[in-house]
């Protein structure tokens, strides 16, 4: 059973920084592509980042220059800062990774939880 629990959501003013962690965790062969996504109230889920294997990044359009993503292949962690954050940053913030979780299986994409990430004026 493979896991993904984020952790370091909260309230933050506008302008500050925030950091956000998600730990993968259980039957775990390999991880591709690790990225976080985001949904505000009555908007459709949007990609923020994302970071492959070997270290390749992309971001969204909104968030570059404010957000950077990283991960620590041996603790099969992603990290997502946040910094200068404004107010349409408010969403929940979910931690997306695509992971083999034996030699023999496929590989599948997998979803925290989702934290929430609040920026007050």
């Known amino acids: 059973q493979v896991q993904l629990v984020e952790s370091g959501g909260g309230l933050v003013q506008a302008g500050g920084s925030l950091r956000l962690s998600c730990a993968a965790s259980?039957?775990?062969?390999?991880?591709?592509?690790m990225g976080w996504y985001r949904q505000a109230p009555g908007k459709q889920r949007e990609l923020v980042a994302a970071?492959?294997?070997?270290?390749?990044?992309d971001y969204a359009d909104s968030v570059k220059g404010r957000f950077t993503i990283s991960r620590d292949n041996a603790k099969n962690t992603v990290y997502l800062q946040m910094n200068s954050v404004k107010s349409e940053d408010t969403a929940v913030y979910y931690c997306?990774?695509?992971?083999?979780?034996?030699?023999?299986?496929?590989?599948?994409?997998?979803w925290g939880q989702g934290t929430q990430v609040t920026v007050s004026a």
């Open positions: 997306n990774a695509n992971i083999r979780p034996t030699v023999a299986m496929n590989t599948f994409r997998y």
């Open positions: 259980g039957s775990i062969f390999s991880i591709n592509t």
């Open positions: 970071i492959t294997s070997g270290g390749t990044t």
